[in-house]
C-alpha cells in the first residue's frame, strides 16, 4: 500500500470510501473496510470517568474544510 493509500485508509476520505465500494461490489476483501480513525475511535469508545456518571463516545469522524489556512494568518 503506497503511502496515498495509507492516509486515504486513516481518514476514511472519499477515494477510500470509493475503493471499499468497489471491493464490496467484487465480492473481494482486498481493502480495509474500515477506516484507521474508525478503529481508533472504536478501540477508546467510550471513555468513561471512574465513577461510570459520564460517558464520551467518538463516532462518524469527519474532516471539514478548515476555517483559517497558515496563508490566512496575519504576521
Avoid at 485508509?9 to 461490489?25: M, S, T, Y
Amino acid at each position: 500500500m503506497g503511502a496515498d493509500e495509507q492516509l486515504d485508509w486513516l481518514i476514511g476520505n472519499d477515494r477510500w470510501v470509493q475503493r471499499v465500494a468497489e471491493d464490496e461490489k467484487n465480492g473481494a476483501y482486498t481493502v480495509d473496510h474500515t477506516s484507521g480513525l474508525q478503529e481508533v475511535f472504536d478501540e477508546i469508545s467510550p471513555i468513561e470517568n471512574f465513577a461510570q456518571t459520564m460517558s464520551l463516545t467518538f463516532s462518524d469522524p469527519y474532516f471539514e474544510e478548515p476555517r483559517h489556512t497558515v496563508q490566512g494568518v496575519p504576521r
